[in-house]
């Protein structure tokens, strides 16, 4: 926030240096804490509308504070010039910053003037290379092509391997069959019990382990104090290890055979049947049970949001639609690599 506070500054002063970059930025954004009501519940994903509540009320308690440091300071102090720095013009700089700023080599977030207008590629046609730290009086930043650009091609640059939750909430647009995308899970004992039952799968040990199984949850930080409960479906890894490591050690009944393998086999997804093919068929059968409750929790079906989409709707309702739509094909994605993996087994 330090960044959008300064780019507030400079945007309240007349004669800034940096004026003409500023005067270049978008008046507007399309991050979703400017999404109107209707269209946050149009993305109809707890994970994000937590993070966009949560942003929003920073914004509201940030602004009250600022205010209220300001309200006293007189105007040839005030530094931003006597403007009025609200939650909207807070949430500008947030987002300008957020959605434009670089961190390189780890440090602190900075703007790039024209760098900072190529767009994203998991392909990129280009990269960053920072030269000298930024503490250093010549340091400089430099765009180096790592391919053959033609000409009127666009400038293309990886901001990061991340789900669509990351690139909505900071640079506002949603990527089409992003391999990183994933679909956040809590690991909960009843969860799992209701998947079991969907998936034909009987076992008392999701919601009442035995002692040697809590150890290993505990080990992957499932069980016990501290513990950290989101788990994910999607992304590079398809199923989250520690999960996948959770649902064989809870479905065997043989601790020695357990025993026997480390941790990094058990949450591994391409290490073949490690516990046997039996408890490996019932743990993707949990996995594909879990699933299809996840898309449960989505109030329309993918033939609608496609239905929507194809009607041509505004700018803000088509992200929010196409970022549930997303989530959807990422859970049918895993849901179709599990059933392969289910059929090699018989």
């Known amino acids: 926030m330090k960044l959008g ?5 400079e945007r309240a002063k007349s004669d800034s240096f940096w004026w003409p970059y500023i005067a270049n930025l978008p008046e507007t954004f399309t991050v979703p804490i400017f999404f109107p009501g209707e269209d946050i519940k149009n993305l109809q994903y707890a994970p994000i509308l937590h993070q966009v509540n949560k942003r929003c009320r920073f914004l509201l308690e940030f602004e009250k504070e600022v ?13 931003f010039y006597g403007q009025d720095v609200n939650s909207s013009s807070l949430g500008w700089a947030m987002s300008a910053a957020s959605s434009r700023a670089f961190r390189l080599h780890g440090e602190v977030p900075m703007l790039l003037p024209l760098i900072d207008m190529c767009n994203h590629s998991f392909n990129p046609n280009a ?3 920072q030269e000298r730290s930024v503490n250093s009086l010549d340091m400089s930043v430099k765009v180096l092509a790592e391919k053959k650009i033609k000409q009127n091609e666009a400038i293309t640059l990886n901001y990061g391997c991340y789900p669509n939750d990351f690139f909505l909430l900071d640079y506002g647009f949603v990527i089409t069959q992003n391999p ?19 998936a034909g799968v009987s076992s008392p040990n999701f919601s009442a ?11 992957l930080n499932l069980h016990g104090e501290g513990a950290v409960l989101k788990v994910s479906l999607g992304g590079p890894d398809v199923v989250d290890g520690r999960l996948l490591a959770a649902l064989r050690v809870l479905l065997a009944d043989d601790p020695e055979a357990v025993h026997k393998h480390d941790l990094n086999t058990l949450m591994s997804l391409d290490v073949q049947v490690p516990l046997g093919p039996t408890v ?17 929790h989505f109030h329309t079906k993918i033939m609608d949001d496609q239905a929507i989409l194809g009607g041509g709707p505004p700018l803000i309702t088509q992200l929010a639609v196409q970022f549930r739509l997303q989530k959807k094909f990422t859970i049918v994605d895993v849901m179709q690599n599990i059933s392969r993996r289910i059929k090699m087994l018989s």
């Open 5 to 9: 506070l300064r780019l507030l500054q």
């Open 67 to 79: 205010q209220q440091k300001l309200h006293t300071v007189p105007l040839v102090d005030h530094p």
């Open 127 to 129: 990269r960053i290379v």
């Open 180 to 198: 990183y995308d994933q679909v956040e899970l809590s690991y909960d004992g009843a969860l799992l019990d209701a998947a079991s039952m969907a």
């Open 209 to 219: 382990p035995a002692k040697w199984q809590q150890d290993i949850l505990s080990q």
């Open 280 to 296: 490996e068929a019932s743990a993707l059968r949990t996995v594909l049970a879990l699933c299809a409750i996840a898309l449960q």
